[in-house]
């Protein structure tokens, strides 16, 4: 090994290594070992089926994302006559700012806390943001935020299909939903950035309001890597 050629990489990486610390990504990556310790790719097992898709969302889109896991569960089974135990679906909460999908992670407590309904820019039907997670349990009532994200008037037909795009709903057909560790600690030092305290306190308290079923993967750009890997296919949202 020539020591004199590696000699200049090893100071370079030392110097990105160390930036990337001063950017709070080392606190991200000490998050990243510990969950690799404790088998990241174990949640692949949970997606069962014969037909299994990974539907790859970083934005919320006003629920349109859950919109098409339900039509991809609902028309497998209306018209391919295929049983619910045979399709597998995933779901991907990451990124940061207000358009993420990593908000959907968490209960209504966060939600009402952080005022993530104000921080999103999501109303009500009454016109005052969101204090509960919308996209956990929407009701008949929520189409409207539905129909914004193609810009629709009212479709009153639509409206008895919100309750089954939920993600509860969708995790009883057997949707899989997962959190991104490296997002989650960006997200933690943007919000202690807006005031609400410091980025460790905050990513406690996040992890222990996360909705039920929820699995924390420590990149999501591994995860679907390992998903293709073990033949979930991909369609990206």
Not at 7 to 16: H, K, S
Not at 77 to 91: L, P, Q
């Amino acid at each position: 090994m020539n020591l004199e050629s590696t000699t200049p990489r090893r100071q370079f990486l030392g110097r990105m290594a160390g930036a990337a610390a001063a950017a709070g990504i080392a606190a991200s990556l000490a998050r990243t070992e510990a969950a690799a310790a404790s088998a990241p790719d174990a949640w692949i097992q949970e997606v069962k089926g014969s037909h299994k898709c990974l539907f790859d969302f970083p934005q919320h889109k006003n629920a349109m994302p859950l919109l098409h896991i339900l039509n991809y569960i609902n028309t497998y089974a209306a018209a391919y006559k295929v049983d619910a135990s045979e399709v597998g679906t995933v779901g991907t909460l990451y990124s940061a700012g207000n358009q993420a999908s990593i908000t959907m992670a968490f209960n209504d407590a966060i939600w009402a806390k952080y005022k993530l309904g104000a921080y999103m820019g999501l109303k009500d039907a009454d016109g005052k943001p969101y204090t509960r997670n919308v996209f956990n349990r929407p009701t008949p009532a929520d189409l409207h935020l539905l129909l914004k994200a193609i810009d629709a008037p009212d479709i009153p037909a639509l409206a008895g299909a919100m309750p089954a795009l939920g993600i509860e709903s969708l995790q009883k057909m057997g949707t899989k939903f997962l959190l991104c560790a490296n997002a989650l600690g960006i997200w933690c030092l943007e919000l202690e950035a807006r005031g609400h305290g410091k980025a460790a306190d905050i990513e406690k308290e996040l992890r222990a309001n996360m909705l039920p079923g929820v699995t924390v993967v420590p990149a999501m750009v591994i995860a679907i890597e390992k998903a293709q890997e073990a033949g979930i296919r991909y369609n990206r949202q």
